[in-house]
């Protein structure tokens, strides 16, 4: 009598966590940032209301239940597309201010950098989709408020107040409205964003007149 055949042990199944730890890390990584620069599209393509996790899953190439398993909402996405995206580029204002050197150059280095990295680039569609559908949506402004905005004017003061203590401000009361020097750089991501295929603004040169008007005519 033939003996019974062997019993088939089940294919061992692949972990979704196998290999190393730190291939692990790695793969994760790459996910995570797959499913920011998807949310960088999506949120462009159709504002903060009409985006749908499905479509940045979608765009990302990941299943939905992937984008939970690193961010809790879609609000929670947005906002650390605006951290990877924006707030490095307010973080240069909040640099100790200069020992020496002109307080000029150092706000012309940071607002033209801003104008450059945002008036010119994708990071633009970000700040006008913030004031577009912030006042629908008052959490996103809020925390837009908490980590771009309030860190830039408190680095812009300080910048301020230092150039009229070197008396290359003279103006005292602008120590009060830092809004007013960095609102060149606001007009143009507005300006390009309605206006820029009809009558593209040159930011740069507009920004450098903006100074002349608070500090006085460049030697240059």
Do not use: C
């Amino acid at each position: 009598m033939p003996s019974a055949p062997a019993k088939k042990r089940p294919a061992k199944r692949e972990r979704a966590s196998s290999g190393p730890p730190a291939k692990r890390a790695e793969r994760a990584a790459d996910r995570r940032q797959a499913i920011i620069e998807a949310a960088f599209e999506t949120f462009i393509e159709k504002g903060f209301a009409a985006t749908r996790l499905d479509d940045v899953a979608r765009q990302a190439g990941v299943a939905k239940g992937t984008i939970y398993l690193h961010f809790r909402d879609k609000q929670a996405l947005f906002e650390e597309l605006v951290r990877s995206a924006i707030v490095p580029l307010a973080s240069g204002l909040t640099a100790p201010p200069p020992a020496t050197g002109s307080i000029r150059a150092v706000i012309e280095g940071f607002a033209g950098n801003f104008v450059r990295e945002v008036t010119t680039t994708r990071r633009g569609a970000i700040v006008r989709l913030v004031i577009a559908e912030g006042p629908r949506f008052p959490a996103i402004a809020d925390f837009y408020y908490r980590e771009v905005v309030s860190r830039g004017l408190a680095g812009m003061r300080a910048l301020i107040e230092l150039g009229i203590a070197r008396g290359e401000i003279r103006e005292s009361g602008l120590k009060d409205f830092p809004q007013i020097v960095v609102a060149p750089a606001m007009v143009a991501v507005i300006w390009q964003g309605l206006f820029g295929r009809f009558a593209p603004l040159d930011a740069a040169a507009m920004l450098r007149v903006h100074l002349d008007l608070i500090f006085g005519e460049s030697s240059a």
